[in-house]
């Protein structure tokens, strides 16, 4: 049998994951205890896409392990071994601004949660494939030191610098620099994935991902800002912009380009990989310009206020380089814009909100 295991499953990425596996493998078994709700309340809370999985694919079993208990994990890889032949770790505390809240939490479910699985996977599939979503934020804030220029709607970087053409590759220093509490746990858990690739000799890859989206995106205040970004301009609830005069650049990929790359590395994979992964030049936007595309694309105005505090550690321009994986897998290339991207979210939260069209 083949089992692709994944981590956050009822996430966006891990639900998109789920959904895209369930015709390539015997059984996808999902890992996921809804902590999101835990981090975000019931705005972030998952369980309506765990349902919406369990109904639709009869191959997905689902778990609701804590990743922090290696017990709880080893459970389940004793019951199925070697027939894992995918590790998908997508599970983790994804804000920043939590994560000062509680650092014990977030360090335990980013690091040492990511290290559980790890070893699990060494002890009971040693070669199944695994993949680890790490992010930008490893990064941590030397993106701001880059030689950036003010424009009417965003910050962008100086035309005669490098990183203009395709954006930041994966030589930026991970060094002397401002993390975030939730950055720096996702370094720890980036660093020992390529470690156990590395040492180890397993199928490890690192992909450290840009603003991640997509329709089925539980998005909350503190994550997710394009999914909850719209929901604002659906409801009328009040944003916040925070700081750099709402002209901070993100890319963002959509989830199942995502989970494609996934597929191709998975397919042949290189171990102890890293690789950036976003919308890159494809599909990128200032916070202005999202602004501005879910007006055009609900019909309604944003009700949305400007705080001059920025997030610490938070990115002015960040635009991911994919050129690394595009050179590696070149039958892979991105599907989704970002026009047909923030559709699919306008259209999945009006369902979801029950909002007559």
């Keep these: 049998m083949n089992i692709a295991l994944v981590t956050g499953s009822a996430g966006l990425i891990g639900s998109e994951a789920v959904a895209f596996f369930a015709d390539k493998f015997d059984l996808v078994v999902g890992v996921d205890n809804n902590m999101r709700q835990y981090f975000f309340g019931a705005d972030g809370s998952t369980e309506w896409n765990r349902n919406r999985l369990s109904e639709t694919y009869k191959n997905y079993q689902h778990r609701a392990a804590d990743i922090r208990e290696v017990a709880q994990l080893e459970t389940i890889f004793q019951e199925y071994g070697t027939d894992i032949k995918l590790v998908l770790h997508t599970a983790a505390q994804p804000s920043h601004d939590w994560a000062a809240r509680e650092p014990f939490t977030d360090f335990g479910v980013n690091a040492v949660g990511t290290v559980n699985l790890l070893e699990m996977t060494r002890l009971h599939c040693p070669e199944a494939v695994f993949i680890f979503t790490s992010t930008n934020k490893v990064y941590g804030d030397n993106p701001n030191f880059l030689p950036l220029i003010e424009t009417e709607t965003r910050w962008e970087i100086d035309q005669n610098h490098p990183y203009f053409q395709n954006g930041i590759d994966e030589h930026m220093s991970l060094d002397h620099t401002k ?62 912009i925070f700081g750099y005069k709402g002209k901070q650049v993100r890319d963002n990929i959509h989830s199942w380009d995502l ?99």
């Design 179 to 240: 993390h975030s509490i939730f950055g720096a746990s996702k370094v720890a858990a980036d660093i020992m994935v390529q470690e156990y690739g590395r040492y180890f000799g397993m199928k490890t890859a690192v992909f450290r991902g840009g603003c991640l989206t997509g329709p089925n995106h539980s998005g909350a205040q503190l994550h997710g800002f394009l999914s909850y970004l719209m929901k604002c301009v659906i409801t009328g609830n009040q944003y916040t």
């Design 259 to 357: 989970v494609n790359m996934f597929w191709h590395f998975y397919q042949n994979p290189r171990p102890g990989e890293v690789y950036n992964a976003g919308g890159g030049r494809y599909a990128n936007c200032s916070m202005l310009e999202a602004i501005a595309l879910c007006e055009e694309i609900s019909g309604n105005k944003m009700n949305y206020q400007y705080s001059d505090t920025n997030r610490s550690g938070d990115h002015i321009w960040y635009i991911s380089d994919l050129t690394k994986f595009k050179q590696h897998y070149p039958g892979w290339d991105w599907t989704f814009d970002l026009r047909e991207t923030m559709t699919q979210i306008h259209d999945s939260m009006v369902a979801r909100l029950s909002i007559p069209t």
